[in-house]
């Protein structure tokens, strides 16, 4: 008698629930980060990074609002203040609308913002940025860090992922490390989530915050890309709304199948 397979669906909603593989897959299938990881009330620090203000908001503050709303401490790091959005505007003027948008988001969200320094349009990959923003990560002394899929047709978007890669390799994994997307099927492209969290519940207050972001155009970008996408990814997830991740593993881990 064949036995019941779960459905593909089930196991997926699975994954979306509370804070899903994020939260609590992660930490009982790897050893690094010490014990204190394991631990059920651990609070934890998650820094998220963005290579322009509203980019993690728009990308995972479903989710960054979850963590926060757990008790657990949020971060979000902008590599730069968004200074070239505008074209009309002055760089300096620019990037002080768009840190006041920032800062007002955090607030809904319970995110403190910082900003790594670079520019908007003209970001760095090199030796010195990739000293510098490993040595800003490790200061936050994080337990989970998310960036942008590096895989993205905006450069400053790639840049941001790989010095997230980057500090994680030079940190030997020090802590866990989750890609999100932003405007998928525009800008991220091949993304292919490993992880889903349910932000049904929470998806007005990430509205919220993403429409702190006066400058740039938020009710058309929200209608048009991430109103669609949050739906697409719950029903990948069998939900009403989800956020979607790519789980970055050690070795160890991705060289392993369930079952073998």
């Given at each position: 008698?064949?036995?019941?397979?779960?459905?593909?669906?089930d196991?997926?909603?699975?994954?979306a629930m509370?804070?899903?593989g994020?939260?609590i897959?992660p930490?009982?299938?790897m050893a690094?980060?010490?014990?204190k990881?394991?631990a059920?009330d651990?609070?934890l620090?998650i820094?998220?990074?963005?290579?322009?203000?509203?980019?993690?908001?728009?990308?995972?503050?479903g989710t960054m609002?979850?963590?926060?709303?757990?008790?657990?401490?949020?971060?979000?790091?902008?590599?730069t203040?968004?200074e070239?959005s505008?074209?009309?505007?002055?760089?300096?003027?620019?990037?002080?609308?768009?840190t006041?948008?920032?800062e007002?988001?955090?607030k809904i969200l319970?995110?403190t913002p910082?900003?790594?320094?670079?520019?908007?349009g003209n970001?760095?990959l090199n030796?010195t940025?990739?000293?510098?923003?490993?040595?800003m990560?490790l200061?936050?002394n994080?337990d989970?860090?998310?960036?942008?899929w590096?895989?993205?047709?905006?450069?400053?978007?790639?840049?941001?992922?790989?010095l997230?890669?980057?500090?994680?390799?030079?940190?030997?994994?020090?802590?866990?490390l989750?890609?999100?997307?932003v405007n998928t099927?525009?800008?991220?492209?091949?993304?292919?989530p490993?992880?889903?969290?349910?932000?049904t519940?929470?998806?007005?207050?990430?509205?919220?915050a993403?429409?702190?972001?006066?400058?740039q155009?938020?009710?058309?970008?929200?209608?048009?890309?991430?109103k669609?996408l949050e739906?697409?990814?719950g029903?990948?997830?069998?939900?009403?709304?989800?956020e979607?991740?790519?789980?970055?593993?050690?070795?160890q881990?991705r060289?392993?199948?369930?079952?073998?």
């Amino acid at each position: 008698m064949e036995k019941k397979k779960p459905a593909r669906r089930d196991f997926i909603k699975r994954s979306a629930m509370a804070l899903g593989g994020i939260a609590i897959a992660p930490m009982t299938g790897m050893a690094h980060k010490t014990a204190k990881s394991n631990a059920a009330d651990k609070k934890l620090h998650i820094v998220c990074l963005g290579a322009h203000p509203g980019d993690p908001e728009f990308g995972c503050g479903g989710t960054m609002a979850k963590y926060s709303d757990a008790g657990h401490q949020v971060t979000f790091l902008y590599l730069t203040r968004g200074e070239a959005s505008d074209p009309k505007v002055t760089y300096e003027a620019m990037a002080a609308a768009r840190t006041k948008e920032a800062e007002t988001a955090c607030k809904i969200l319970n995110a403190t913002p910082q900003f790594a320094g670079q520019i908007d349009g003209n970001t760095e990959l090199n030796k010195t940025q990739n000293e510098k923003i490993g040595k800003m990560l490790l200061a936050l002394n994080p337990d989970i860090v998310f960036a942008q899929w590096p895989v993205d047709g905006h450069p400053d978007h790639q840049v941001t992922g790989m010095l997230a890669l980057t500090a994680w390799v030079k940190s030997a994994r020090a802590f866990h490390l989750y890609f999100y997307e932003v405007n998928t099927g525009v800008e991220t492209m091949g993304f292919v989530p490993t992880d889903y969290v349910d932000i049904t519940a929470l998806r007005e207050r990430k509205k919220a915050a993403m429409f702190a972001h006066k400058t740039q155009d938020p009710i058309n970008t929200y209608n048009d890309y991430f109103k669609p996408l949050e739906e697409f990814r719950g029903l990948e997830a069998g939900v009403k709304a989800a956020e979607a991740f790519i789980h970055f593993k050690t070795e160890q881990v991705r060289a392993t199948i369930v079952g073998l």
